[in-house]
Nanobody
């Protein structure tokens, strides 16, 4: 069982930055691939970024490539999402997720554990 808690969301102007954190419980955190997803009002939840168990492999959805960076610290049981050059279209609730595999995936149904989400609002 893995319990995930996100933090770091907030209100920021377009062009600004935020760093989301996800704290995970459990002694097997390093064996899980981790992902960030987001859901805007009236839209489906969408994949944002993923990282494999070691941090050596990452994947991003095209609209955030070059602006967002996912990373992890297995010693701290944490995963992060650094978001730069934020745009109003990045406004959403951001969710941290873990899957029972060391390999990354971009499909939400492959993730077993989910956090409660943190709101990110980007004003124009």
């Amino acid at each position: 069982q893995v319990h995930l808690v996100e933090s770091g969301g907030g209100l920021v102007q377009a062009g600004g930055s935020l760093r989301l954190s996800c704290a995970a419980s459990g002694r097997t955190f390093s064996s899980y691939a981790m992902g960030w997803f987001r859901q805007a009002p009236g839209k489906e939840r969408e994949f944002v970024a993923a990282i494999n168990w070691s941090g050596g492999t990452t994947n991003y959805v095209d609209p955030v490539k070059g602006r967002f960076t996912i990373s992890r610290d297995n010693a701290r049981n944490a995963v992060y999402l650094q978001m730069n050059s934020l745009k109003p279209e990045d406004t959403a609730v951001y969710y941290c997720a873990a899957r029972n595999s060391p390999a990354i995936a971009a499909v939400s149904t492959l993730y077993v554990y989910w956090g409660q989400g943190t709101q990110v609002t980007v004003s124009s």
